[in-house]
Nanobody, 124 residues
């Protein structure tokens, strides 16, 4: 599976962005998909996860109520809608795929495939 993230950019605080992650292959609909982020000098942080069917989602505490993860299995794409952005949301955002569809993990070590990252910069 190859993952291609896009949609990052520069936005003012309070603004919105939508990230997309397009996947190759016919097994996308069987994977748990997650978003993580990493700011300079910081560890990779869990942002959101969605089950293979889309029926279950979970979010990191710092983004709850502001970010929404969704997926379109017909398009092999997962999305991250980011609203009310804050300067502390500035980071490289990575999408990831986990072959173990039984569990929607918050741990980056559980994921098997990673996209290249897309940079989000939020100005104050």
């Amino acid at each position: 599976v190859q993952l291609q993230a896009s949609g990052g950019g520069l936005v003012q605080a309070g603004g919105s962005l939508r990230l997309s992650c397009a996947a190759s292959g016919r097994t996308f609909s069987t994977y748990v998909m997650g978003w993580f982020r990493q700011a300079p000098g910081k560890e990779r942080e869990f942002v959101a996860v969605i089950s293979w069917s889309g029926s279950f989602t979970s979010y990191g505490d710092s983004v709850k109520g502001r970010f929404t993860i969704s997926r379109d299995n017909a398009k092999n794409t997962v999305y991250l809608q980011m609203n009310s952005l804050k300067p502390e949301d500035t980071a490289a955002y990575y999408c990831a795929a986990d072959k173990d569809a039984a569990y929607s993990s918050h741990y980056y070590s559980d994921y098997d495939y990673w996209g290249q990252g897309t940079l989000v910069t939020v100005s104050s």
